[in-house]
């Protein structure tokens, strides 16, 4: 189904997220510009798992993949 598609990217941005956020702690001079990214990145995959959830409605067929 297209929703667990759809949720699955989020999963891989959130995934992505994850590393830019580590990456930001080990590498002091661009820091605050991959944390700000990873943020972006993170708060990209809740709209997605929103817009699956007000869009799509929560289905039986829509399995939960987020973290």
Do not use: F, Y
């Amino acid at each position: 189904m297209v929703a667990n598609e759809i949720l699955q990217e989020a999963t891989n941005l959130h995934t992505v997220s994850k590393r830019l956020h580590k990456l930001a702690g080990k590498n002091a001079p661009v820091t605050e510009a991959l944390s700000t990214l990873a943020t972006a990145v993170g708060q990209s995959a809740m709209l997605l798992e929103v817009l699956v959830a007000i869009r799509m409605g929560q289905d039986e067929d829509v399995e939960k993949t987020s973290n």
